[in-house]
């Protein structure tokens, strides 16, 4: 009785021992996972700022300072569209405005701001890289996203609304892995990537696309799934990403509609758009142009486009178990395509759209070629996988240096090294010295006016416009300028007439802005009768008021 008692004694102290273990290995474990994931964020933090600090020292580009303009006017109490003008979606303006609130209004915050939003990206793309590999994976595919993404020649300063767009959708696809991975699929996800899509479209229209790649996906599920399987249920996936779509959108609505500016927003953020998307043009040009542009893009991004090849390709011989996510992912690549051919420009910074399938199809390569065990022992496999594995490593090398030519010229360019006479379309420089010039010479109330595309120099010079027609896209598109907005500029430029106007003589853009004085008489009379030539700086002519 005695040793009965003993071993149930001794048979309870085990099982609370075991218990205890169990507990202590679980904790180890989860720190070990955090600890892994710290090291992850560390490791993505130093890969983005050792890039990105490439671009501090570059000067703000027109788009960015339109946008930080554009920032700057809505802590002011301006309302995008109705006070200011800009074609883009408002998500970039509210964006630049938070970064303002919380530091000061210079370029250098908005390189702080796009360091730390670009590690939230790229941790995003992480986890979603952890959806479909082991961690070791997600993490060498999460590193090339990070990198080639920071790139000066992709970012091109930061910034822009495809950098910051690429959050949003990275989580719309997330979500929608998550859907696919569940036992039990949950439509919430979907709602929820609906949402995130939608967030990412109020940032860059174009994003749209993204919406439409996991919408094709759910339909195509849908239509090759057994007729037994096809029940009104298997409606609702797609009915929720869209639901999460619309849902996204109905506080832009209500704050433009409250604001009085639903028809200003509706017109410049999709009809002006529409319009230049839809302008003539020659389609041979079209396809040289975007062949050329595409072809520099590959090879400054080599790595991932060899390994996205590699994976397409063995896909297609061989499809593999994560069959439904491949199909998902190239789509995501296809429809991305569409969005950056819509520009028609086809600039470097547009690429950043298809960067997020490339890098998770380069994951498959990667999966496939250096951490694929073969069930047969194949000759050579060891040194064939060395083999590929340099070449890769020697192309991201390749990568790199292009960059860094890329960012010599610019700081060269910058630092007046290199002259205003080899640089393209875009003479930085100038823009800062005619900023300082207006700044030493007006105070913070006075206003300017610039006549080209150069919104550098308001950002700079933290002097306002008199007219929301800050630059003078829409007042040269001549299928969307209507007599009554030429009527509203010349109205403003009237009543609050900017102490300088700063003209811009050469084409630098798509529109000539010396040409365009000549179709637009009662504004060169304005300038001919009101102002004189003070000073010109290289290309900029800048006018002051008389009296």
Not at 15 to 20: D, E, N
Not at 92 to 117: K, Q, R
Not at 254 to 272: E, I, K, R, T
Not at 328 to 348: C, E, N, Q
Request: glycine share 6%; aromatic share 14%; proline share 4%.
């Amino acid at each position: 009785m005695i040793f009965k008692l003993a071993s149930e004694e001794l048979g309870d102290l085990s099982v609370l021992t075991g218990i205890r273990s169990l507990i202590k290995r679980n904790a180890n474990m989860l720190t070990l996972a955090r600890s892994y994931e710290l090291l992850v964020i560390l490791a993505l933090f130093v890969i983005i700022i050792l890039i990105r600090a490439l671009d501090f020292p570059q000067p703000m580009g027109r788009d960015s300072s339109a946008f930080a303009y554009a920032g700057i006017s809505l802590l002011k109490g301006k309302v995008p569209y109705k006070d200011f003008w800009d074609h883009k979606t408002p998500g970039i303006f509210f964006l630049d405005a938070l970064v303002f609130l919380l530091f000061p209004d210079t370029p250098s915050s908005l390189h702080i701001f796009g360091v730390v939003y670009g590690l939230a990206s790229a941790y995003a793309f992480y986890a979603l890289g952890k959806q479909l590999w082991e961690r070791r994976i997600a993490f060498l595919v999460a590193g090339l996203f990070a990198a080639f993404s920071s790139f000066p020649t992709l970012a091109q300063g930061g910034n822009l609304t495809e950098s910051y767009a690429l959050l949003p959708t990275i989580l719309a696809y997330w979500f929608t892995l998550k859907f696919l991975k569940r036992r039990e699929p949950r439509v919430r996800y979907l709602f929820a990537s609906g949402l995130c899509a939608g967030l990412a479209t109020s940032i860059k229209q174009t994003e749209i696309f993204s919406v439409a790649g996991v919408i094709v996906f759910l339909a195509a599920t849908r239509l090759v799934c057994g007729r037994e399987r096809r029940s009104r249920s298997s409606i609702m996936p797609i009915v929720a990403v869209i639901l999460g779509f619309v849902m996204a959108w109905i506080p832009w609505l209500l704050y433009f509609g409250l604001n009085g500016a639903l028809a200003d927003f509706v017109s410049a953020a999709f009809a002006y758009n529409s319009l230049y998307v839809s302008r003539g043009f020659h389609i041979a040009s079209l396809l040289l142009l975007m062949f050329k542009q595409s072809f520099v893009i590959a090879i400054r991004t080599s790595t991932i486009w060899i390994l996205s090849l590699f994976a397409v390709f063995n896909f297609v011989l061989r499809p593999t178990a994560r069959k439904q996510e491949m199909i998902l992912v190239m789509l995501w690549l296809v429809f991305a395509a569409v969005g950056v051919s819509l520009g028609r420009a086809f600039y470097p910074h547009y690429y950043l759209q298809g960067l997020p399938p490339l890098s998770l199809l380069s994951g498959y390569a990667i999966e496939r070629l250096i951490f694929f065990k073969p069930l047969i022992r194949i000759q050579g496999w060891v040194h064939l996988r060395a083999g590929f594995s340099l070449i890769i490593l020697a192309t991201l090398v390749a990568s790199l240096v292009t960059q860094l030519v890329a960012w010599r010229d610019s700081i060269g360019y910058y630092l007046g090294i290199i002259p205003e006479s080899m640089v393209g379309f875009a003479p930085y420089r100038t823009n800062y010295a005619v900023a300082e010039y207006i700044k030493a010479h007006t105070t913070q109330d006075d206003k300017i006016l610039v006549w080209g595309a150069e919104s550098t120099i308001y950002f700079l010079s933290q002097r306002e416009s008199p007219t929301r027609y800050f630059y003078n896209y829409p007042l040269l598109t001549e299928s969307y300028v209507t007599p009554e907005m030429k009527e509203e500029f010349l109205s403003d430029l009237s009543c609050d007439s900017p102490v300088y106007i700063v003209v811009v003589l050469s084409p630098t853009d798509a529109c000539d802005s010396v040409a365009s004085l000549n179709g637009f008489p009662e504004f060169s009379d304005f300038i001919a009768g009101n102002y004189a030539l003070e000073k010109q700086v290289l290309n900029k002519c800048i006018f002051r008021r008389q009296y």
